[in-house]
């Protein structure tokens, strides 16, 4: 079963807008969660992560927002870039009791057109 | 700046052969993992490791088999490969202490073929 779910496999964006790629969780001792940038023929990379003792995190145009009570966090991207056309992959982990497994969804693919 | 560097960026292999795969890292990081990643179902962990000779399996073990001899170094090892283990393979590692254990560094990836 599923604990960490991206339920839109893309998701295409006009650059300068917004993007916003969606994260649910089911487990609720999640307390850490990560976003992970992919480019085909290469290994994620560490974006942003977010503790469960804040509501957000920013980093540049990177935001992320989590809502404990919905079990739901997104990232948000503003403005997209063309270079942020990649597959984006959302990680939770329990930091207590964890020596730091991460349990990733399956990603979205997001292109952002010129 | 963490390097996760794996020894091959693509291998083609033959049905029943054992393959090596190799992965160090430079940050004496505790904690090393094995991913493998297919379309539509994201990263699934094979194997990792919390020290030197620990192992422990993941979601998908099945067909695998790993070694951790020294602290920088994790080898995945597919004893008798087969068709179904045609993927990308990812290896990754992380701090064992402090918040930022969670914060896994991924090495360039091996894309295995196997005929």
């Known amino acids: 079963d599923q604990q960490v779910k991206q339920n839109s496999p893309s998701l295409s964006v006009q650059e300068g807008r917004i993007s916003i790629l969606n994260c649910d969780y089911t487990?609720?001792?999640?307390?850490?969660f990560l976003w992970y940038k992919k480019y085909p023929a290469e290994g994620p990379t560490f974006l942003i992560s977010?503790?469960?003792?804040?509501d957000k995190n920013e980093d540049g145009r990177f935001t992320v927002f989590l809502n404990k009570s919905a079990k739901h966090l997104s990232l948000h991207i503003v403005p997209s870039q063309p270079g942020d056309s990649a597959v984006y992959f959302c990680a939770a982990s329990a930091i207590m009791g964890s020596q730091g497994n991460l349990i990733f969804g399956k990603g979205t693919k997001l292109s952002v057109k010129p | 700046d963490v390097k996760v560097t794996q020894s091959s960026r693509y291998l083609v292999k033959r049905t029943g052969e054992k393959v090596f795969l190799e992965c160090v890292q430079d940050?004496?990081?505790?904690?090393m993992f094995w991913y493998r990643q297919d379309p539509g179902l994201g990263l699934r962990l094979i194997y990792f490791s919390y020290d030197v000779k620990m192992k422990e399996k993941g979601d998908i073990p099945e067909g695998y088999s790993v070694s951790r001899e020294k602290k920088e170094r994790f080898s995945l090892i597919l004893e008798s490969a087969s068709t179904n283990q045609t993927s990308m393979y990812l290896c990754?590692?992380?701090?064992?202490?402090?918040?930022?254990?969670?914060?896994?560094?991924f090495g360039a990836g091996t894309r295995l073929s196997v005929l």
């Open positions: 977010i503790s469960s003792i804040k």
């Open positions: 487990n609720s001792m999640f307390d850490y």
């Open positions: 990754a590692s992380s701090s064992g202490t402090g918040l930022r254990k969670n914060i896994q560094y």
């Open positions: 940050m004496d990081h505790e904690n």
